[in-house]
């Protein structure tokens, strides 16, 4: 798994991002200055680095410039400053994403797993899952052989349970991830009756439901 190097100075965010991202499953490092960071980096390699713009002992913009000369790992910048001219700064000095505070652990977990599978240039391009298969390259999905029809909605999420396969998720993360940036207002049925309808047309019942904690992708997902 991927390793994370975190640079903020909020010990109570750095801690929570480094729990969660420990969670996911990655190896993360935490700093709380620029100083510390550079240690870091003079003993590891790291695939992302997660920083605040703002450090006790310099600009994160400058480290994060910095970096890009000498590593081709990823960049998020984290900051108070929301403005236009600010979020363009943060992608001259390298940034491949960038979150204002505040914001959702969860989407920040998102945005990490999409850039780790960016990451692999040899990355799977198809999730097999008992008789369902489901193709990433061109957004289809197979069931016995016979092609299933899904709306886009439906095959995100699909995508997500199987990515997440074998761990329980629950309707927030699940709305956060598929539904949080396109505008729609979400009522409380909207996660349960997209997961019901998507258990009617797969036809299966690998979609369990965790009653009061989430849903899981119970069965065993091999990526090709």
Same mark, same amino acid.
């Given at each position: 798994?991927?390793?994370?190097?975190?640079?903020?100075?909020?010990?109570?965010?750095?801690?929570?991002?480094?729990?969660?991202?420990?969670?996911?499953?990655?190896?993360?490092?935490?700093?709380?200055?620029?100083?510390?960071?550079?240690?870091?980096?003079?003993?590891?390699?790291?695939?992302?680095?997660?920083?605040?713009?703002? &450090?006790?002992? *310099?600009?994160?913009?400058?480290?994060?410039?910095? =970096?890009?000369?000498?590593? /081709? %790992?990823?960049? #998020?910048? @984290?900051?108070?400053?929301?403005?236009?001219?600010?979020?363009?700064?943060?992608?001259?000095?390298?940034?491949?994403?960038?979150?204002?505070?505040?914001?959702?652990?969860?989407?920040?977990?998102?945005?990490?797993?999409?850039?780790?599978?960016?990451?692999?240039?040899?990355?799977?391009?198809? &999730?097999?899952? *008992?008789?369902?298969?489901?193709?990433?390259?061109? =957004?289809?999905?197979?069931? /016995? %052989?016979?092609? #299933?029809? @899904?709306?886009?909605?439906?095959?995100?999420?699909?995508?997500?349970?199987?990515?997440?396969?074998?761990?329980?998720?629950?309707?927030?993360?699940?709305?956060?991830?598929?539904?949080?940036?396109?505008?729609?207002?979400?009522?409380?049925?909207?996660?349960?009756?997209?997961?019901?309808?998507?258990?009617?047309?797969?036809?299966?019942?690998?979609?369990?439901?965790?009653?009061?904690?989430?849903?899981?992708?119970?069965?065993?997902?091999?990526?090709?």
């Amino acid at each position: 798994m991927a390793r994370i190097l975190i640079v903020e100075d909020d010990a109570g965010l750095n801690k929570g991002i480094t729990l969660t991202l420990a969670k996911e499953g990655y190896t993360v490092d935490s700093a709380c200055c620029i100083k510390e960071a550079e240690e870091f980096i003079k003993e590891k390699k790291y695939e992302l680095t997660i920083c605040d713009i703002m &450090l006790p002992d *310099g600009s994160g913009l400058e480290f994060g410039a910095r =970096m890009r000369k000498e590593s /081709n %790992g990823y960049l #998020i910048y @984290l900051t108070a400053m929301d403005t236009e001219a600010d979020m363009v700064n943060g992608y001259e000095a390298g940034a491949d994403d960038y979150l204002t505070k505040p914001f959702s652990l969860m989407v920040l977990v998102s945005k990490v797993a999409a850039l780790m599978r960016r990451m692999d240039e040899h990355a799977a391009e198809r &999730l097999f899952s *008992g008789d369902i298969v489901v193709s990433l390259k061109d =957004m289809s999905v197979m069931k /016995n %052989g016979e092609s #299933i029809f @899904l709306s886009k909605k439906e095959l995100q999420l699909l995508i997500y349970l199987m990515e997440h396969a074998g761990r329980i998720v629950t309707k927030e993360n699940i709305a956060e991830h598929i539904w949080e940036n396109d505008g729609q207002f979400l009522d409380g049925n909207t996660v349960p009756v997209n997961i019901s309808r998507l258990k009617n047309k797969l036809g299966t019942e690998a979609i369990g439901n965790v009653r009061g904690l989430g849903y899981l992708w119970t069965e065993k997902v091999d990526r090709r």
